[in-house]
């Protein structure tokens, strides 16, 4: 995530930089890594708020309710 004016905005996964370009414009906000744009996210109202695009995070598998361990035998 990046921080911008209080809010948070996502960047993909995959981003290799810590340190990214981020323009902000009167309407939104453009992320660049290495002159390539990797995201761009409507300014958001307010401070502490989130943008969080669609595949900018892995999908986790959700934590099974009674997990069964390794060792114990079925």
């Not at 996502?10 to 744009?37: K, M, Q």
């Amino acid at each position: 995530m990046v921080s911008v004016g209080g809010n948070y905005y996502s960047v993909p996964d995959a981003t290799r930089r810590r340190v990214v370009e981020v323009h902000s414009l009167a309407d939104e906000i453009h992320i660049f890594e290495d002159n390539r744009l990797i995201a761009r996210h409507p300014l958001l109202e307010g401070r502490r708020q989130r943008s969080l695009l669609e595949g900018h995070r892995r999908q986790y598998r959700p934590k099974e309710e009674n997990p069964v361990p390794h060792d114990c035998p079925s």
